[in-house]
T-cell receptor
Framework: NAGVTQTPKFQVLKTGQSMTLQCAQDMNHNSMYWYRQDPGMGLRLIYYSASEGTTDKGEVPNGYNVSRLNKREFSLRLESAAPSQTSVYFC????????????FGPGTRLTVT | LAKTTQPISMDSYEGQEVNITCSHNNIATNDYITWYQQFPSQGPRFIIQGYKTKVTNEVASLFIPADRKSSTLSLPRVSLSDTAVYYCLVGDFSSNTGKLIFGQGTTLQVKP
């Protein structure tokens, strides 16, 4: 039981390049989330998927797109990376969208030069 | 939108009780309060959650006053392994509005 897994662990991009961050969970959870964490800013919600087939914007969605591929997988895409998107990205999942414990992955450290 | 405020850092000694307070003056009726712990290079880990009054589990207690404008995470008898960053999260799950607001985190340093 791996919990929440994220790939890649590290990535360096040049401005304007695109990439997709992958996230998968094996806990049969209905809800999944993408956060970014910047120094001194805590975690900020980018997008979330309350259930398979739905996605909604969080606090900071600009510059990102998401896909809930199936119940297990939730990907985050940067179409044209910018230096302001340099951050650590965390994926999380929970049993349902509500006051449930969120389980976090190990994070992806992204640097955009 | 509920904004949360926490102390940036706190120091303690092993064996002491530590109380970390989070201020959330604009908390809404449907918001829950959750606390997470994060070690370096790891994702956050759930500690405790509550709506009002007091909640206790095997690792912590959460105190929420009647007006719910703040909450206090209490860690009894801390050890060196409790050195971490602690975040409060105020979340409205009643609608698809994405209102999940983390505080900036409190870095707790436990000394021997």
């Amino acid at each position: 039981n791996a919990g929440v897994t994220q790939t890649p662990k590290f990535q360096v991009l040049k401005t304007g390049q695109s990439m997709t961050l992958q996230c998968a969970q094996d806990m049969n959870h209905n809800s999944m989330y993408w956060y970014r964490q910047d120094p001194g800013m805590g975690l900020r919600l980018i997008y979330y998927s309350a259930s398979e087939g739905t996605t909604d914007k969080g606090e900071v969605p600009n510059g990102y797109n998401v896909s809930r591929l199936n119940k297990r997988e939730f990907s985050l895409r940067l179409e044209s990376a910018a230096p302001s998107q340099t951050s650590v990205y965390f994926c999380a999942s929970s049993e349902a969208f509500g006051p449930y414990e969120q389980y976090f992955g190990p994070g992806t450290r992204l640097t955009v030069t | 939108l509920a904004k949360t405020t926490q102390p940036i850092s706190m120091d303690s000694y092993e064996g002491q009780e530590v109380n970390i307070t989070c201020s959330h003056n604009n908390i809404a009726t449907n918001d829950y309060i959750t606390w997470y712990q994060q070690f370096p290079s790891q994702g956050p880990r759930f500690i405790i959650q509550g709506y009002k009054t007091k909640v206790t589990n095997e690792v912590a207690s959460l105190f929420i006053p009647a007006d719910r404008k703040s909450s206090t995470l209490s860690l009894p008898r801390v050890s060196l392994s409790d050195t971490a960053v602690y975040y409060c999260l105020v979340g409205d799950f009643s609608s698809n509005t994405g209102k999940l607001i983390f505080g900036q985190g409190t870095t707790l340093q436990v000394k021997p």
